[in-house]
Nanobody, 122 residues
Framework: VQLVESGGGSVQAGGSLRLSCSAS????????WGWFRQPPGKGQELVSA???????YYGDSVKSRFTISKDSAKNTLYLEMNTLKPEDTAMYLC?????????????????WGLGTQVTVSS
């Protein structure tokens, strides 16, 4: 499985960015796709996730500002980020795992991209 993120950059607070994650090699019939982020010097946080059947999860800090979506035909995952705040500054990573009954809001993802940097200035 290969995951390649794009779309990061530097924006001012209140701005927007759209991240993309292009996937190849996923063979699970049911799977999870997630966006994680890791701010400098801090731990990893699950930002949002979506299952192959479209069920979504959002972390409390991004609810109502971020929207996760996928284009199954293009094998691409998206994260639309609006009203960005300086505290959203982080490396954003795409991840994939097989779906299990517990849903997609977990940290046991098997496959990871290299990440794309998002920097929000005040």
């Amino acid at each position: 499985v290969q995951l390649v993120e794009s779309g990061g950059g530097s924006v001012q607070a209140g701005g927007s960015l759209r991240l993309s994650c292009s996937a190849s090699g996923i063979t699970y019939s049911k799977f999870c796709w997630g966006w994680f982020r890791q701010p400098p010097g801090k731990g990893q946080e699950l930002v949002s996730a979506i299952s192959s059947d479209g069920s979504t999860y959002y972390g409390d800090s991004v609810k109502s500002r971020f929207t996760i979506s996928k284009d199954s035909a293009k094998n691409t995952l998206y994260l639309e980020m609006n009203t960005l705040k300086p505290e959203d500054t982080a490396m954003y990573l795409c991840a994939a795992s097989e779906w299990h009954a517990g849903g997609c809001a977990h940290y046991n993802y098997n496959y990871w991209g290299l990440g794309t940097q998002v920097t929000v200035s005040s």
